[in-house]
Every structure is written in C-alpha cells, then in structure tokens.
C-alpha cells in the first residue's frame, strides 16, 4: 500500500528555515512525480513545488521561487523540501502527493493521486 508521511514543521521565527521531508512507504518514490503543497487556513489547497520522475525537473510556484529547494534522496525514498527566509504568509499545512505524471511535473492537485496527512508551519515571531 502506497503511503507518503511528512515531517519537519514546526514554528519558526520570519526569515528562518525548515526542510520538511515525505516519507514514502510501499513503492518505489522514483517512479513518482513528487509535489508539496499547503494550506492555510480558510483558503484553498495550492501547489509549491515538485520534482519529476526519473529525470528530476523541478518546478515552483512564483511564491517560493528562489527560497524553496525540493530534492529526492532515493536511497532514503524520501523527498525534501527546504524552506528558506520564511514569511508569515508561508504559514499553512502543508502535503506531500505522488503522481503518475508522464514528462515534466505540474503543481496542480488534480494530477496527483496519493496524499499524505500533513505537517503544520507556522512562521510568527
């Protein structure tokens, strides 16, 4: 059974870092486009960033571009996603999916299948 935890959030000061890391249990991750998206509260689920299959294109919402960095360690099947110079709008819950996306990978939600529960950020001094 395919399952995808996250891990790594937490409260951090505006300006600091995180790296939340997905967790892949009952397949192989490199056969997946990965992506991370978030939610905060009372607006809709949106996409951050992923990572292709295989290849290992990436692609960013403009919000994070130049402060977000996603990476894929296959020995450890586990996808990152480091987040540097935090803002309070960065605050949210945020996902890992897994997808069958052929090509370069995409940050909508309806191309991935498979989610995990969530780690909540919170970015407040």
């Known amino acids: 059974q395919l399952k995808l935890v996250e891990s790594g959030g937490g409260l951090v000061q505006p300006g600091g870092s995180l790296r939340l890391s997905c967790a892949a249990s009952?397949?192989?991750?490199?056969?997946?486009?990965i992506g991370w998206f978030r939610q905060a509260p009372g607006k809709e689920r949106e996409g951050v960033s992923c990572i292709s299959r295989r290849s290992g294109s990436t692609n960013y919402a403009d919000s994070v571009k130049g402060r977000f960095t996603i990476s894929r360690d296959n020995a450890k099947n586990t996808v990152y996603l480091q987040m540097n110079s935090l803002e309070p709008e960065d605050t949210a819950v945020y996902y890992c999916?897994?997808?069958?996306?052929?090509?370069?990978?995409?940050?909508?939600?309806?191309?991935?299948?498979?989610w995990g529960q969530g780690t909540q950020v919170t970015v407040s001094s």
């Open positions: 999916a897994a997808g069958r996306i052929v090509g370069s990978c995409t940050i909508r939600r309806s191309d991935y299948d498979d």
């Open positions: 009952g397949f192989t991750l490199d056969y997946y486009t």
